[in-house]
T-cell receptor, first 113, second 118 residues
Framework: SQQGEEDPQALSIQEGENATMNCSYK?????LQWYRQNSGRGLVHLIL?????REKHSGRLRVTLDTSKKSSSLLITASRAADTASYFC?????????????FGKGTHLIIQP | KAGVTQTPRYLIKTRGQQVTLSCSPI?????VSWYQQTPGQGLQFLFE???????NKGNFPGRFSGRQFSNSRSEMNVSTLELGDSALYLC?????????????????FGAGSRLTVL
């Protein structure tokens, strides 16, 4: 299994602004997932994008995937204070879970009121 | 539907002791994964169990071990605790690996067990 690397490590924006974070990985994938972690809690699955998809939306979330660049981005529109959390990507290159999912150090997002 | 339950939520141990953490997966989930999260190293994969068998193991010393029971509940054990073992230990469950969301391994995490080693 491979680990994604999130960028930036930290991001601070004003409430209402959009937040964009990026993920890079090294080898081919079957799908890529994004998770959120509120301080000191477990991770929560946000969205999954498959390798044959280029863009996916879920509410205020928009995920893109560029397999040629081995990168993904997560956009949160109209941010809210409750979006303050760490965000992790998890590239899954195993065709459905043959290896454990691994995570990078995440992007720590702070939404300022 | 109950979520992933981890016990205990908090515990304090001293160096040299051992600790056992428990994880009850979501009903119907048969795969359980364990992670260690520290400020310095981030979220690191420990191991994954399915049908009482360890499928994958991360790069941790043999002091870290685990097991899964026939009801899919899992425990992990850390022996001879070191200060560096202080961390948030997260358990996550999923359906049969490879068969969730048409082939994706989507994880549902518990709230974690926070271990402090003094």
């Amino acid at each position: 299994s491979q680990q994604g690397e999130e960028d930036p490590q930290a991001l601070s924006i004003q409430e209402g602004e959009n937040a964009t974070m990026n993920c890079s990985y090294k080898t081919s994938i079957n799908n890529l997932q994004w998770y959120r972690q509120n301080s000191g809690r477990g991770l929560v699955h946000l969205i999954l994008i498959r390798s044959n998809e280029r863009e996916k939306h879920s509410g205020r979330l928009r995920v893109t995937l560029d397999t040629s660049k081995k990168s993904s981005s997560l956009l949160i529109t109209a941010s809210r204070a409750a979006d303050t959390a760490s965000y992790f990507c998890a590239p899954d290159g195993s065709g459905g879970g043959a290896d454990g999912l691994t995570f990078g150090k995440g992007t720590h997002l702070i939404i300022q009121p | 539907k109950a979520g992933v339950t981890q016990t205990p939520r908090y515990l304090i141990k001293t160096r040299g002791q051992q600790v056992t953490l428990s994880c009850s997966p979501i009903s119907g989930h048969r795969s359980v994964s364990w992670y260690q999260q520290t400020p310095g190293q981030g979220l690191q994969f420990l191991f994954e169990y399915f049908s009482e068998t360890q499928r994958n193991k991360g790069n941790f010393p043999g002091r870290f071990s685990g097991r899964q029971f026939s009801n899919s509940r899992s425990e992990m054990n850390v022996s001879t605790l070191e200060l560096g073992d202080s961390a948030l230990y997260l358990c996550a469950s999923s359906l049969v690996p490879g068969q969730g969301l048409a082939g994706a391994n989507v994880l549902t995490f518990g709230a974690g067990s926070r271990l402090t080693v003094l």
